[in-house]
């Protein structure tokens, strides 16, 4: 599908349905990055257009060539590095000035979330910037290195495997994490979802838990999703402009309230 101009986006009704609300989750996935530097993975453009999923994003090409992916690791830890959260993810961390409650849900795993000052974020398939032992299978670790002395990395206590802490497709995603997403989703009243194609499971799943138990829904993707049909409102656009403009309409709206 061909990247279509922006309509208009009705930001009263998304402020309609956002001004009273207790609890808000921000359900966020590659599109959210995009305007700052990270690739998305599907479309045009996307990772899985130039790489090989199954070689680089499944336990069982990491074991066939574990050096391989943590070389595309190491080069994305680099890219990523670099970059600066743009001003939507200012605008997402600014709303907990504005909502008693706000929880990020993210598939991402930039961590460029927590570096925009939210406080609290659920990230789902894990953090690039995490390793655990593949032997050990213990908790993740921070490692923040962005050159490797070598490739694969190895675990220092019984000289394993090191992996990303990253959830490859077949994996099952941290139950605690599943068990936040799902509680959370299914008491917001209401949810932004940004930047997802909607399509990977079982992340997907968790707009529909906000809608199905009376949360409102308000998109943000510069195009249609599988997840449009069933939103209050989607505004089309890119993330980096329409948030930090929901943010202004939001702010005007609860000042005159005042
Ligand atoms: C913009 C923008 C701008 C662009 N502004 N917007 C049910 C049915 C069928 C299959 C399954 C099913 N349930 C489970 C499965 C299997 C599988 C799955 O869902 N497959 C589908 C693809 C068919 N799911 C899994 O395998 C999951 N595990 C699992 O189910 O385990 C079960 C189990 C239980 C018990 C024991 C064992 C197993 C795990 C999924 C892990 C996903 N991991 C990845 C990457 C890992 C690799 C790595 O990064 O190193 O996570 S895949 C990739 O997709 C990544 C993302 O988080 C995820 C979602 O993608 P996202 O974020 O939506 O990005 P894109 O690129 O798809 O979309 C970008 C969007 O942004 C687009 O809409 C653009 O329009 C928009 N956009 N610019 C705003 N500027």
């Known amino acids: 599908m061909t990247v279509q101009e922006p309509m208009a986006p009705d930001y009263?009704?998304?402020?309609?349905?956002?001004?009273?609300?207790?609890?808000?989750?921000?359900?966020?996935?590659?599109?959210?990055?995009?305007d700052s530097g990270?690739?998305?993975?599907?479309?045009?453009?996307?990772?899985?257009?130039?790489?090989?999923?199954?070689d680089l994003a499944t336990y069982e090409g990491f074991i066939r060539d574990p050096a391989k992916v943590w070389k595309w690791n190491e080069h994305r830890r680099q890219q990523v590095a670099g970059l600066t959260p743009h001003q939507g993810y200012l605008a997402?961390?600014?709303?907990?000035?504005?909502?008693?409650?706000?929880v990020v849900i993210t598939q991402n795993i930039d961590g460029l979330h927590a570096r925009s000052g939210a406080t609290h974020v659920v990230e789902l398939h894990g953090n690039i910037w995490k390793v655990r032992c593949d032997a050990e299978n213990n908790t993740p670790w921070l490692d923040e290195r962005t050159e490797f002395p070598e490739v694969p990395l190895h675990c220092e206590n019984c000289g394993g495997l090191l992996r990303?802490?990253?959830?490859?497709?077949?994996?099952?995603?941290?139950?605690?994490?599943?068990?936040?997403?799902?509680?959370?989703?299914?008491?917001?009243?209401?949810?932004?979802?940004?930047?997802?194609?909607?399509?990977?499971?079982?992340?997907?799943?968790y707009p529909m838990v906000a809608?199905?138990?009376?949360?409102?829904?308000?998109?943000?993707?510069?195009?249609?999703?599988?997840?449009?049909?069933?939103?209050?409102?989607?505004?089309?656009?890119?993330?980096?402009?329409?948030l930090p403009a929901l943010l202004a309409a939001l702010r005007e709206r609860m000042d005159k309230k005042e």
């Open 12 to 34: 009263e009704r998304a402020v309609d349905l956002m001004v009273d609300a207790v609890k808000v989750v921000l359900f966020t996935g590659a599109g959210m990055s995009k």
């Open 38 to 54: 990270v690739d998305t993975f599907r479309g045009p453009g996307g990772i899985w257009e130039r790489f090989s999923a199954a």
């Open 92 to 102: 997402l961390a600014e709303m907990e000035d504005l909502f008693p409650e706000v």
């Open 164 to 205: 990303p802490h990253i959830v490859w497709f077949g994996e099952p995603l941290d139950p605690m994490d599943t068990l936040a997403a799902q509680a959370e989703s299914s008491s917001c009243d209401a949810m932004l979802v940004i930047g997802t194609s909607a399509v990977v499971y079982p992340a997907a799943g």
């Open 211 to 242: 809608k199905q138990n009376g949360a409102a829904m308000i998109e943000v993707n510069i195009e249609p999703t599988p997840i449009s049909e069933y939103a209050d409102i989607s505004l089309f656009g890119k993330a980096e402009e329409v």
